[in-house]
């Protein structure tokens, strides 16, 4: 099994393929929350058309849109018991119950006012209001620490062991450390593992947090 990037007491952080790395973990998550590229086609100047391309230090540019195949879905369906997806709208799941949406409270009509995560949970569905301009973005497609902890808090049970296989710069990580959960992390770019560990390393490691803080 690959190298572990980072870990604490409650994050493992892999930096990887998901597709490569999963396969070899010999374990059965209960939860997989994830945020993972919507392979938009898209030239816009704003919002995420702005960032299809990202410079790297050799000066290649390379375009990380990519949709995840349907093979990652299977994988992901077969390693974990129960899914919370972002960007689920864009993807072949099947219908849904229990969707999730985030209210961005966005004033301005050429920007999305909301976005819509798919789960496989048999419960009402949900909505969450957080204003998008209150916080600032370590990755270009990052969700806010409240709306990760918001799944966590309204889906998930206590001992709920989470695994992100599109990690980013690591949220899903951060929100399950202040919610004593365990949670493995897999991110393939190398740039965003760094600072994911850098993230993870400077939070304060709570005793099991109750949600007030949502």
Not at 29 to 56: A, E, I, M, Q, W
Not at 89 to 117: G, H, I, T
Not at 181 to 191: F, G, N, P, S
Request: with cysteine; aromatic share 14%; glycine share 6%.
């Amino acid at each position: 099994m690959t190298k572990t990037y980072y870990q604490n007491m409650y994050v493992e952080l892999y930096h990887g393929d998901c597709m490569e790395i999963m396969p070899g973990m010999d374990v059965m998550f209960n939860v997989c929350l994830t945020d993972p590229p919507y392979g938009l086609k898209k030239d816009s100047k704003n919002g995420r058309g702005k960032l299809k391309n990202r410079v790297f230090n050799a000066g290649k540019i390379e375009t990380w849109d990519f949709a995840p195949s349907s093979d990652c879905f299977d994988l992901i369906f077969k390693k974990s018991s129960k899914q919370i997806i972002w960007g689920g709208n864009y993807f072949n799941l099947p219908p849904c119950r229990c969707f999730v949406v985030w209210d961005k409270c966005q004033p301005w009509d050429n920007f999305s006012k909301c976005e819509y995560a798919w789960t496989s949970y048999d419960a009402p569905a949900k909505l969450f209001k957080f204003d998008t301009r209150s916080f600032k973005k370590a990755h270009p497609t990052q969700k806010p620490l409240p709306l990760i902890q918001y799944c966590l808090d309204t889906l998930c049970e206590r001992e709920d062991t989470i695994v992100d296989p599109f990690a980013g710069s690591g949220t899903t990580g951060i929100a399950c450390m202040k919610r004593g959960k365990k949670c493995v992390l897999i991110e393939k770019d190398e740039a965003y593992c760094e600072l994911a560990a850098t993230l993870l390393s400077q939070e304060i490691l709570p005793l099991f947090e109750t949600g007030d803080d949502k």
